[in-house]
């Protein structure tokens, strides 16, 4: 939830895996890129090395709808590494779909932001964030 200038109060709702990847199949042919950057969605990782907290890494490299959601579909049904070792699975059909995602830029990012809404134009999906505060 947000004020604008006007005084009106704003009901915000952040995204969540199943989300952003019906938004992707909607969109296969846009460019996915958050707001006011030069940064788009990667992969899916731990968030903070706490393995049963998805999140997903962003990078430079532009990426559209299409293949957003072959990444997050592949990310959450694959198995990764961890950062100290051992193995950790997401299932794509047994993981709550209903999480909302963390945002890292590297492994050790802190920030805790996720995608709160987004933006169509006409060849991108703009994704806007903010800080989760619970």
Not at 58 to 78: F, H
Not at 89 to 110: A, G, H, Q, R
Request: hydrophobic share 30%; net charge negative; proline share 4%.
């Amino acid at each position: 939830m947000y004020d604008t200038l006007t005084g009106d109060t704003v009901e915000t709702k952040f995204l969540t895996f199943e989300d952003l990847i019906l938004l992707g199949k909607e969109h296969p042919e846009k460019v996915f890129r958050f707001l006011e950057t030069n940064f788009f969605p990667q992969e899916i990782i731990s968030w903070r090395g706490s393995y049963h907290l998805p999140a997903i890494k962003y990078s430079q490299t532009p990426i559209t709808g299409k293949e957003l959601v072959v990444e997050l579909e592949c990310g959450l049904a694959r198995t990764h590494c961890g950062y100290k070792g051992g193995e950790y699975e997401y299932y794509l059909y047994e993981y709550d779909l209903s999480n909302t995602p963390y945002l890292v830029y590297d492994n050790s990012s802190e920030e805790e932001y996720k995608i709160c809404g987004y933006i169509l134009e006409d060849c991108e999906v703009i994704l806007l964030t903010k800080i989760d505060p619970d």
